[in-house]
C-alpha cells in the first residue's frame, strides 16, 4: 500500500488528482482528468492510480463541485453519482473524506504564495475578520474562512444560487430574458462558463444584434481581442456582476479581511479583468462605498488551489467530511 494520501478537486468538467504525504500539503504526481470520459469516479480513481503507479492507499479527501451532505453524492454539473460507502469499498480506503470544493478551495488559499495572487483595487484586510472566497467555473463557487482559535474554519455554501438582483435597466432587461427561459435566475445562470454564454446571448437579444459566439471559450477570446463589440460587452458585464455579487456576500459575512478570487475562469482573462468594473461594483453599496473600499480582493492565479485545499482538510478536526 503506498505511504501517500489521495486528494482530488472535482468539478462539472474535469478532476484534478495528487499524491500527499501524511501531514504535508506540498502535491505530486498531479494529473487532470475529463469527467466525461469516464463512467464515474471510481473509474477515473482507478485510471489514475494506474498513470502514478500505485494500487491503492489507505486515506482520501475529495473535494466536489456539489452539496456533500449524506451518504449519496450527486454532481451537479456532470452525471456522476455514487455513495461514500460504496466508493471507499471500491478504493478499498480505510478513511474517505468528502468536502464542497469551496470549501476546499477557501482552505487553499491560505496556502497560495503571494506571488500567485494578483491585488484588484485598494483596501487592508482587518485583522481577524472574515475572508470571502468566490470563483466562477463550470458553476459558480462561494465559501468563506472564519477564524477561530489559531486557525481558520471554511464555510461550506450553496451562494452561487442566490437570487440575481439586477442594478440597471440593461440587467433588468437580462433578467427578463433569463426569467423566460429558466423561471428563478440565480448569480449562477450568469456567472459561470455557461452563464457567460447565457449573458452574451441575452445582450445580443436586448442590442438586437446576431449572435456570433457559439461557446463561453470564443466570447472570452474575441472580447480579449476586441474583435467582437457584442463579446467585449458581455465580459464587461460579466466582470461588473460578479463585482456586484461579491460585495453583497461580503456585506452578508462581514468579510472584512478580503476577498479571493478563483476559479476556472478568471486567471484565464486576468488582464481583462483588472482594467474591468468590477472594483467599481465591488464598492457601489450606497451608504456602505466606505466599508466596502477598506476591503482588499485577491486574483488566485496558482495552478490547484482546490487540491492544495483538499490536503489541508485531510487532517483538519474542524471541517467535517
Not at 487592508?124 to 474554519?153: F, Y
Request: hydrophobic content about 45%; some cysteine.
Amino acid at each position: 500500500m503506498s505511504e501517500y494520501a489521495l486528494v482530488g478537486d472535482i468539478g462539472g468538467t474535469n478532476a484534478r488528482f495528487a499524491l500527499v504525504r501524511p501531514g504535508s500539503v506540498e502535491l505530486q504526481q498531479v494529473r487532470t482528468l475529463n469527467c466525461a470520459d469516464y463512467r464515474n469516479i471510481d473509474d477515473a480513481c482507478r485510471d489514475y492510480f494506474a498513470a502514478v503507479g500505485i494500487e491503492r492507499v489507505a486515506r482520501a479527501c475529495l473535494a466536489f463541485a456539489c452539496p456533500v451532505q449524506g451518504d449519496e453524492i450527486r454532481m451537479t454539473n456532470n452525471h456522476w453519482r455514487f455513495t461514500r460507502e460504496t466508493l471507499k469499498r471500491q478504493l478499498g480506503l480505510d478513511q474517505l473524506k468528502l468536502v464542497n470544493d469551496f470549501t476546499a478551495m477557501a482552505l487553499g488559499m491560505l496556502h497560495v504564495p503571494s506571488g500567485e495572487r494578483l491585488v484588484v483595487g485598494g483596501g487592508r484586510a482587518l485583522d481577524g475578520a472574515a475572508r470571502l472566497v468566490i470563483g466562477p467555473g463550470t458553476g459558480l463557487g462561494v465559501s468563506g474562512l472564519v477564524p477561530a482559535n489559531d486557525g481558520w474554519i471554511p464555510l461550506a455554501t450553496e451562494g452561487g444560487h442566490v437570487s440575481f438582483a439586477p442594478t440597471d435597466e440593461v440587467e433588468l432587461a437580462v433578467w427578463r430574458q433569463l426569467n423566460e427561459q429558466f423561471g428563478r435566475v440565480s448569480v449562477e445562470r450568469i456567472l459561470c462558463g455557461q452563464g457567460l454564454l447565457n449573458l452574451y446571448r441575452a445582450l445580443c437579444g436586448y442590442r438586437s444584434q446576431p449572435v456570433r459566439c457559439e461557446s463561453p471559450a470564443e466570447i472570452s477570446t474575441r472580447a480579449l481581442a476586441g474583435s467582437e463589440p457584442m463579446a467585449v460587452e458581455a465580459l464587461s458585464r460579466f466582470c461588473r456582476i460578479l463585482g456586484a455579487v461579491a460585495g453583497d456576500a461580503v456585506l452578508t459575512l462581514g468579510a472584512r479581511g478580503g476577498v479571493y478570487l478563483c476559479g476556472g475562469i478568471l486567471p484565464k482573462v486576468a488582464e481583462f479583468f483588472l482594467q474591468s468594473g468590477f472594483r467599481e461594483a465591488f464598492e457601489a453599496k450606497g451608504r456602505f462605498v466606505e466599508y466596502m473600499a477598506q476591503v482588499p480582493v485577491w486574483l488566485c492565479t496558482a495552478d490547484n488551489p482546490g487540491l492544495l485545499g483538499a490536503a489541508a482538510a485531510l487532517d483538519n478536526a474542524e471541517v467535517a467530511g
